[in-house]
C-alpha cells in the first residue's frame, strides 16, 4: 500500500509471496479463508437435525407430524404407525435423494480440494494440496491445469505476457480468451525471477460477478519509487477456468475457496413458483376444511348419541373412573383430535414426494430429446430446474431478445459508405478497393485517403485477437490454413473480415503494436496506447493509437444513436440516409468516426484514464466520464452494413406461438428500423398490421415530448379500447380484435411513460400504456438497456390475472428479463453462456422452443393436473366409508379399514400406477400437438386445476366412496352370507370395502390411459397383484392371532363377496365408461358431418383430436391407444 495512503473501506490488501514490504510499518498478516471449497449442505454431525428442520418446514409435512404426536399422546383410534410410517415413508425417501446428492458434492468438494498444486517458495517448487493454498501465495499452473483459485496473472511462457484461457466450466463458452499480465512483471517468467518479487496487491472484497474486477498492484524496487499498476478483469484468472496453448503461468492468490466467484456462483436463483403449487395449496385448504367438517360433526354427533344414558355407558364399554371424573369439553376435545386422526388421510402427504418425482423424472425427456439436438453444435436441451416443467404449458406471453435469439448471430459484412457514399462487393482495384468477392457496385467516389481511413478504422477499432490454426508451440501444424479470428462480439468479426475484402487485413496485436497490411501489401504498425471498451450503456467503443509518424488518432464505431450526437452535425445526413435504408433492410448498422488528437489533448486523457483505472471505488463511473469527454467532437467517416441471418424455421415457430394463443414481444438493443424489418421477416408483423409508434420519431425531442407522449396515449387507447366492444374472453383473448395493431417503442419513451418527471402529472402513463399493450398483437421494444428488458417483463407479470411469461435469449443483457419471467430460457448462443447459466431451461436454437411448450409443456401440465386431482379423488374414495362407518358404530371411532391398509394404501397400492401415468401418458400425439398449436389453448389459464374440474372429481370420489360403503352395507344386510350359516364381521365388511377401492381407482386411471406401455401395465396389474398377494400374506401368515388372521381368504370364499366386488366396480366406473363411449359417438357422427360438408378433406383434419372433456374429466381421445 503506497506511503500514507489509507486502505479504503471495501477492499483488501494481498502481499505478494508473504515477503512483507521493507522499511514500512510492522507487517500483520490479514486473516482470509483457506482455499477449501465446500458446496455441500451437510454434514454427517448436521445431516439428520438440519434435513429434518427443513423438510417440516413444508405444511403437509408438518401437518402429518402433528397427527403423529397426537396418536402417540392421546388415545386414539389408530395406531401411530398408519400416520407416522406414511410420513417417515415421504421423509426417508427425501432425505435419502438429498443425502446422495449431497455426498456426490462431497466427493466433487474431495477432488478438487485434494488436487496437488505447485508454489513458489523460496525460489522453488513446493506441491502443496489445493486446499492448503493461502491467499498470497505464487502458484504455478501449466498447460491444460485448472486454476486452483483466483490469481492475478504475473507471468507467463509466451513473451508478451498473455495467456489463453477456456471458461467452459464457468459460463459455458468454449472459446479462448486472451488474459494479459501485469506489464511490470512479464519478464518473471523462472521460480527464481518471480521469487524476487517485491509486491502488493489492492482489490476489491470478493464479489460473483465473472466479469468485474478492480484492483491496483504496487510494485517495489530497491533505491526506485514504487510503480502503481491497475488491474482489471483481463488480468484475473478464475478458478474453474482452464490454461490452454500456453506451457506455463504463475499467479498470485487474491480469492481463495469460497470466496472465489466460482464459489459466490453457487448461490442458486431465487425460487419460482409455479401455478400448479397455487392450487395444490388451495385444494389442500378445502381439503382441510373437509377434515375439521368431519371431525366437527362426528363429534358434536357423538354426545347427543351420547346423552342417551344407555349409549353413554354400554356393558361392552364401560367408562373409566378417570373417564368420567376428565372435564367434559376436554373430553370432546380429545374426540375432536381422534376423529381428526382418523379421517387425516382425506390430506394426501404422499402427493408431494410423487410431484416431486415427476418433475425429477420428467425433466430427463427434455434432455433427452433428439428432436431438440443441435447437430452443428452438438449440444441439446438442458433442464436447470425441473420444478417448472408444468409452467412451459401454461406461458401466455413471451418476451425475446432479437439478436443471436431470433438471428443466428453469424455476421456477414454486406456493403459500406463512406462520405455518403455506398460501396459494395467487387473483383478488381476501382476507386481504391481491391476486392475479391464479385463486381463492383458504387455510388458515386469517396476521397481515396477517406476510403482509406475507414478501412484502418475498421481494422483498428475492435478487440479481435487472432489465433493460428493448429498451433503447437508457435509453429503452424498447417500452414496453407488461414488464421483464426477470435472476439466476443461476432460484429467485430465481421467487419475485420469485411475490411480484409477489401484490401486492408488485420495481422494481429503484439506487445501493444497493431499490425495490418494495407492495399498495396505494405505492413503498417499503429501503437495501441488505449482501449475504451464496449458497454451497453454507451453503445461504442473507441481506441487510441499512435502511427509510426507520431500522429496520435481516436477511432470510434457505434450505434448511429450514440454517435450521430458525437461528430459534427452537417456530416450527418448524407450518412443517415444509408443508414436507415440498411436498417430498413433488416441489416445492422454501426457508424464509424473519428478525430485526431494533439499530444497536450492526448496526455490529459492519458492522465485522466490512469486515474480512473488506479480507482478502487466508483471505477467504472469515473471512466464512463472520462470516455464520455474523450468521445466528442468527432468527425464521422461512415457507415457499415452487416446482415445477422434469420434462425431457421423462425417465422414458423412464431406464428405457431400466436396460433397458440401466445404474444410474442421483442425486446432489443438495436435500432428500431432493423428490428421493424426482422419482425416482418419473421411474421410477427403481418402486411395487414397497423403499428403504433411511441418512439422519439413520433414523441419528438422537444420540450413538449411528454404531451405529445400524453396525446399519443390517448389516441391508441381510444382506437383499441374505448372504441371496441367489451370482450368477455378474458385476458387471454382479449387481443382478439377485428384488426390487428402492433406496437413499437423505444427505450426513451418507455423511460418517460415508466418514469415520468414530478410535474408532468403523468402518473397514470403506465397503466394507459399497458392496456395498449396488453390489445396489441405483438409489441416491438426497441433500444432497450437490460434493466428495461426486465421492467417490461415485471410490468406485464404483475397485471391483473398474473398471466405467465417466459422470456428467452442469449446474451449477458438479457440475463435480468431471464431472471424475473416465471420461465427463463436461455439459447446456448454465440455470446457467452451467461444467459443458459441463468435460465431454467435452455435450447440450441429458437425453433426448439416449439415443442419445448407445444408438446413438453402441454404434456407436463396434463400429467401433473391429473395427478394431483387422481390424489384428492382417491383420498377422498378412502375416507368417505371411514366417515360414514361412524353412522353405523356409534360414532365410537372405530376404523373401517386394518391399520396395515390404512399404512400402505398411499405407499405400496395406489402410488405406482399415477406415477407412471404423469410420466408417461400421451393423451395426444407429440406431432399432433406441435403441428396443431391451438390444442396448447385448451389447456390454458390453469384449466384443469380450476375450480369446475376440482369439483367434478371431488363429486366423483364422493360418487364412488357412497356407493363403496352403500353397496357393501346393502350386501351385508343378508344375515348369513356364508353356506355353514356364519356371518361376516365388521373386518371383512371394512376389507371388502378397502377391496372395492382399490380395485376401483386402479381401474380407474387404466379406463384414463391413452397411451400404454409395458410400464403401464406392470405397474398397473402389478399394484391389484400385489394387493391380492399381501392381503394374503397378512391374513394367513404373519400373528395368527392378530385380527385380520385369515378374513381376506375366507372373505373371497363366498360367492356373494365375489359379486358384490365385480358389481360394485362396473357401478363406480360406470359414469366414466358411459361418457367414453357418448364422447365416442359424437366424435364419430362429427366425422361422418365433416365428411359429407367436405368431401374432399384430408381424414386428419376431421380426426384431430378434442381435449375439451378433459378439462372436467380425464383423458379420453383416441390417439395413441394401444
Not at 473519428?594 to 497536450?600: D, G, N, R, V
Not at 363406480?1068 to 358431418?1089: A, G, T
Request: include cysteine; aromatic fraction near 12%.
Amino acid at each position: 500500500q503506497c506511503a500514507g495512503e489509507e486502505k479504503r473501506v471495501g477492499t483488501r490488501t494481498v502481499v505478494v509471496g508473504h515477503r512483507p514490504v521493507s522499511d514500512t510499518e510492522a507487517y500483520v498478516a490479514q486473516k482470509f479463508c483457506d482455499n477449501r471449497i465446500v458446496s455441500s449442505k451437510y454434514t454427517l454431525w448436521n445431516f439428520l437435525p438440519k434435513n429434518l428442520f427443513e423438510q417440516f418446514r413444508r405444511i403437509a409435512n408438518f401437518y402429518f407430524l402433528i397427527i403423529f404426536l397426537v396418536q402417540v399422546i392421546v388415545d386414539t383410534p389408530t395406531s401411530p404407525v398408519t400416520s407416522g410410517l406414511p410420513l417417515f415413508f415421504v421423509i426417508t425417501v427425501t432425505a435419502i435423494k438429498q443425502g446422495y446428492e449431497d455426498w456426490l458434492r462431497h466427493r466433487a468438494d474431495n477432488e478438487v480440494n485434494k488436487s496437488n498444486v505447485f508454489v513458489v517458495e523460496n525460489a522453488k517448487q513446493v506441491q502443496k494440496e489445493s486446499e492448503k493454498i493461502k491467499v498470497g501465495d505464487i502458484v504455478e499452473v501449466k498447460a491444460d491445469e485448472t486454476f486452483p483459485c483466483d490469481l492475478i496473472f504475473l507471468a507467463s511462457s509466451s513473451i508478451d505476457g498473455t495467456c489463453y484461457v477456456t471458461t467452459a466450466s464457468l459460463d459455458g463458452e468454449s472459446n479462448f480468451k486472451t488474459h494479459y499480465a501485469v506489464r511490470d512483471t512479464t519478464v518473471l517468467c523462472t521460480d527464481e525471477a518471480i521469487d524476487t518479487l517485491t509486491a502488493t496487491i489492492e482489490c476489491e472484497q470478493p464479489q460473483p460477478d465473472l466479469y468485474k474486477f478492480v484492483g491496483r498492484i504496487i510494485i517495489y524496487r530497491s533505491n526506485q519509487e514504487p510503480v502503481a499498476r491497475s488491474l482489471g478483469p483481463e488480468n484475473l484468472l478464475l478458478k474453474g477456468a482452464t490454461l490452454k496453448n500456453t506451457k506455463k503461468i504463475y499467479g498470485v492468490a487474491v480469492y481463495t475457496g469460497m470466496e472465489t466467484k466460482m464459489a459466490l456462483n453457487y448461490q442458486g436463483k431465487s425460487q419460482k413458483r409455479s401455478a400448479v403449487e397455487k392450487s395444490i395449496n388451495a385444494f389442500l385448504i378445502v381439503y382441510l376444511c373437509i377434515l375439521l367438517g368431519k371431525a366437527t360433526v362426528c363429534t358434536t354427533l357423538k354426545y347427543v348419541w351420547q346423552s342417551n344414558p344407555f349409549n353413554d355407558e354400554p356393558w361392552y364399554n364401560e367408562k373409566t373412573k378417570k373417564e368420567r371424573e376428565t372435564f367434559k369439553v376436554l373430553r370432546m376435545f380429545t374426540d375432536f383430535l381422534s376423529f381428526m386422526v382418523l379421517f387425516n388421510f382425506i390430506i394426501p402427504v404422499s402427493m408431494y414426494v410423487t410431484v416431486e418425482m415427476q418433475k425429477f423424472l420428467g425433466s430427463f425427456f427434455i434432455s433427452w430429446d433428439k428432436e431438440m439436438y443441435d447437430e452443428e453444435m452438438q449440444e441439446g436441451a438442458l433442464v436447470n430446474t425441473s420444478d417448472l416443467n408444468e409452467e412451459l404449458g401454461q406461458v401466455e406471453y413471451v418476451f425475446t431478445d432479437k439478436t443471436g435469439t431470433l438471428t443466428e448471430n453469424s455476421m456477414e459484412f454486406i456493403e459500406c459508405c463512406i462520405d455518403g457514399h455506398k460501396y459494395k462487393d467487387c473483383i478488381s482495384e476501382v476507386d481504391g478497393f481491391s476486392q475479391t468477392d464479385g463486381p463492383l457496385k458504387y455510388y458515386g467516389k469517396a476521397e481515396k485517403s477517406r476510403e482509406e481511413l475507414f478501412l484502418r478504422a475498421l481494422c483498428l477499432c475492435h478487440t479481435v485477437q487472432i489465433k493460428e490454426a493448429d498451433q503447437v508451440d508457435g509453429l503452424m501444424a498447417h500452414p496453407e490454413r488461414k488464421c483464426t479470428y477470435i472476439s466476443s462480439s461476432p460484429d467485430e468479426i465481421a467487419l475485420v473480415k469485411g475490411a480484409e475484402k477489401y484490401g486492408f487485413t488485420f495481422l494481429g496485436l503484439e506487445n501493444d503494436f497493431m499490425k495490418i497490411r494495407n492495399q498495396k501489401n505494405e505492413t503498417e504498425l499503429y501503437h495501441l496506447l488505449h482501449v475504451l471498451n464496449f458497454d451497453p450503456v454507451r453503445r461504442r467503443m473507441s481506441v487510441i493509437v499512435r502511427t509510426t509518424t507520431g500522429k496520435l488518432l481516436l477511432f470510434c464505431k457505434g450505434a448511429d444513436s450514440s454517435i450521430f450526437p458525437r461528430v459534427q452535425q452537417e456530416e450527418i445526413q448524407q450518412t443517415k440516409v444509408h443508414v436507415d435504408r440498411n436498417a430498413m433492410d433488416g441489416y445492422r448498422t454501426l457508424c464509424v468516426a473519428f478525430k485526431e488528437l494533439t499530444q497536450k489533448e492526448y496526455d490529459k486523457i492519458d492522465r485522466q484514464l490512469n486515474e480512473a483505472k488506479m480507482a478502487l471505488q466508483d471505477r467504472e463511473e469515473k471512466m464512463a466520464k472520462v470516455f464520455d469527454d474523450t468521445e466528442a467532437d468527432m468527425h464521422l467517416i461512415g457507415a457499415t452494413a452487416v446482415e445477422d441471418r434469420l434462425q431457421e424455421q423462425l417465422a414458423e415457430t412464431i406464428e405457431a406461438l400466436h396460433a397458440a394463443g401466445m404474444k410474442v414481444w421483442v425486446l432489443t438493443g438495436d435500432k428500431m428500423e432493423t428490428a421493424k424489418s426482422t419482425c416482418y421477416a419473421c411474421r410477427l408483423f403481418q402486411t395487414s398490421t397497423e403499428l403504433l409508434e411511441l418512439t422519439a420519431r413520433t414523441v419528438g425531442e422537444s420540450e413538449r415530448k411528454e404531451d405529445r407522449l400524453h396525446e399519443l396515449l390517448l389516441e391508441y387507447h381510444k382506437k383499441l379500447i374505448q372504441d371496441v366492444p367489451k370482450n368477455r374472453g378474458g385476458l387471454k383473448r382479449s387481443w382478439t380484435l377485428s384488426q390487428e395493431y402492433g406496437l413499437i417503442i423505444d427505450g426513451s419513451t418507455l423511460s418517460l411513460i415508466l418514469n415520468p418527471s414530478q410535474d408532468s402529472g403523468s402518473s397514470n402513463y403506465k397503466s394507459i400504456f399497458l392496456q395498449i399493450c396488453l390489445k396489441c398483437t405483438a409489441v416491438l421494444c426497441c433500444r432497450m438497456a437490460p434493466l428495461q428488458k426486465a421492467q417490461i417483463v415485471r410490468m406485464v407479470k404483475n397485471t391483473k390475472g398474473s398471466p405467465i411469461t417466459l422470456s428467452i435469449g442469449d446474451g449477458a443483457n438479457d440475463v435480468s428479463m431471464i431472471l424475473e419471467a416465471h420461465v427463463g430460457i436461455g439459447i446456448k448462443g454465440k455470446e457467452g453462456r451467461q444467459a443458459s447459466r441463468n435460465s431454467d431451461y435452455a435450447v440450441p436454437k429458437f425453433k426448439h422452443l416449439r415443442k419445448l411448450l407445444l408438446a413438453h409443456g402441454h404434456l407436463y401440465y396434463v400429467r401433473i393436473a391429473h395427478l394431483v386431482q387422481y390424489f384428492f379423488y382417491k383420498n377422498l374414495c378412502f375416507i368417505l366409508p371411514q366417515f360414514l362407518y361412524q353412522f353405523f358404530c356409534g360414532f365410537s371411532q372405530q376404523p373401517l379399514y386394518d391399520a396395515a391398509y390404512l399404512t400402505m394404501y398411499n405407499i405400496c397400492f395406489t402410488s405406482l400406477p399415477i406415477l407412471a401415468y404423469s410420466l408417461l401418458e400421451q393423451h395426444i400425439s407429440i406431432d399432433t400437438l406441435t403441428s396443431d398449436p391451438q390444442l396448447y389453448m385448451k389447456v390454458s389459464d390453469n384449466a384443469m386445476l380450476q375450480w369446475r374440474p376440482f369439483l367434478y372429481w371431488t363429486f366423483l370420489g364422493a360418487f364412488e366412496g357412497l356407493v363403496f360403503f352403500f353397496g357393501v352395507y346393502f350386501l351385508f344386510q343378508n344375515s348369513s352370507l356364508e353356506d355353514n350359516g356364519k356371518v361376516f364381521g365388521n373386518w371383512t365388511f371394512g376389507t371388502i370395502v378397502f377391496t372395492v377401492l382399490v380395485f376401483t381407482v386402479t381401474l380407474k386411471l387404466a379406463l384414463d390411459t391413452r397411451f400404454w406401455t409395458w410400464m403401464n401395465h406392470f405397474v398397473i396389474w402389478g399394484s391389484l397383484a400385489f394387493y391380492v398377494f399381501f392381503s394374503f400374506f397378512w391374513g394367513g401368515v404373519i400373528w395368527q392371532q392378530q385380527r385380520m388372521y385369515f378374513v381376506f381368504a375366507h372373505m373371497l370364499t363366498s360367492v356373494s363377496t365375489w359379486l358384490a366386488i365385480i358389481l360394485l366396480i362396473f357401478i363406480s366406473l360406470f359414469p366414466e365408461i358411459l361418457l367414453i363411449v357418448l364422447k365416442n359417438i359424437k366424435e364419430k357422427n362429427h366425422q361422418v358431418r365433416n365428411k359429407m360438408m367436405h368431401p374432399t378433406a384430408p381424414d386428419s383434419l376431421s380426426a384431430r383430436p378434442s381435449v375439451t372433456p378433459l378439462l372436467l374429466r380425464t383423458f379420453s381421445d383416441e390417439s395413441n391407444v394401444l
